[in-house]
């Protein structure tokens, strides 16, 4: 399968964004969904997953009630609606796609998409 991620920019802080990451390849429901985050200087971290479905989604505690992921199985894509947008969310984000799995361990995706940039002014 193949991602492609957008919708990242600059931001204020208290900002939103949302970002989409659109798929192409095989049947889109049969992944589980990701999105990681980089930030300059600084590893790769889980943001959010969502089951195959959708039906279930899991967050890091530093996004949990500010950012929602969700997924539409028809246009195979998945969005990160980001709310209440501080500085330090400051980071390329990717999505991610595994086959089975589901969770928030980057090793364990199969497929990766290229990174949005978002940036936010504090």
């Known amino acids: 399968v193949q991602l492609q991620a957008s919708g990242g920019g600059l931001v204020q802080a208290g900002g939103s964004l949302r970002l989409s990451c659109a798929a192409s390849g095989r049947t889109f429901s049969s992944y589980c969904m990701g999105w990681f985050r980089q930030a300059p200087g600084k590893e790769r971290e889980f943001v959010a997953a969502?089951?195959?479905?959708?039906?279930?989604?899991y967050y890091a505690n530093s996004v949990k009630g500010r950012f929602t992921i969700s997924r539409d199985n028809a246009k195979s894509t998945v969005y990160l609606q980001m709310n209440s947008l501080k500085p330090e969310d400051t980071a390329v984000y990717y999505c991610?796609?595994?086959?089975?799995?589901?969770?928030?361990?980057?090793?364990?995706?199969?497929?990766w998409g290229q990174g949005t940039l978002v940036t936010v002014s504090s």
């Open positions: 969502i089951s195959w479905a959708g039906g279930s989604t």
């Open positions: 991610a796609a595994a086959d089975s799995y589901y969770g928030r361990e980057a090793h364990k995706y199969d497929y």
